[in-house]
Nanobody, 120 residues
C-alpha cells in the first residue's frame, strides 16, 4: 500500500488549493492521519491532523486558513488550504495509520509528497 497525494501546484498569494491523499489500493480503513510540510532548507513540520475520534488540530501558522477532513467512503484525506501565503510554499506530505484488508493492526504510511508553491 502506498499513499498518493495530489492537488499541489502554483497559486498566487491569497489563493486556494485542496490536497488529496488516497491509498494506492483498496484498504479497510484509515484511523488517524496528518499533513506535514517541508520547505527548502527546513525541517519537516506538522501542519494538521485528526484523530480516530474525529478531533482536529492545526499548527498555529495555518489555523483558520487550512482545514483537514476525510471521506470515509473513499478512504481519502483532504487538506483545504485558503488564503495561501508565500511562507506556505513547501512539499506537503500525507501521513496515515491504515488497516489493510486481512491486517491485524494499523500501520503508518507516508506519501511521496506534492509541491505547493505560492508566488505571483
Amino acid at each position: 500500500v502506498q499513499l498518493v497525494e495530489s492537488g499541489g501546484g502554483l497559486v498566487p498569494p491569497g489563493g486556494s488549493l485542496r490536497l488529496s491523499c488516497s491509498a494506492s489500493e483498496s484498504i479497510f480503513s484509515i484511523n488517524n492521519a496528518a499533513w506535514y510540510r517541508q520547505a527548502p532548507g527546513k525541517l519537516r513540520e506538522w501542519v494538521a491532523s485528526f484523530t480516530s475520534g474525529g478531533a482536529t488540530n492545526y499548527a498555529d501558522s495555518v489555523k483558520g486558513r487550512f482545514t483537514i477532513s476525510r471521506d470515509n467512503a473513499k478512504n481519502t484525506v483532504y487538506l483545504q488550504m485558503n488564503s495561501l501565503r508565500s511562507e506556505d510554499t513547501a512539499v506537503y506530505y500525507c501521513h496515515a495509520s491504515i488497516l489493510i484488508y486481512g491486517g491485524l493492526s494499523y500501520t503508518d504510511y507516508w506519501g511521496q509528497g506534492t509541491q505547493v508553491t505560492v508566488s505571483e
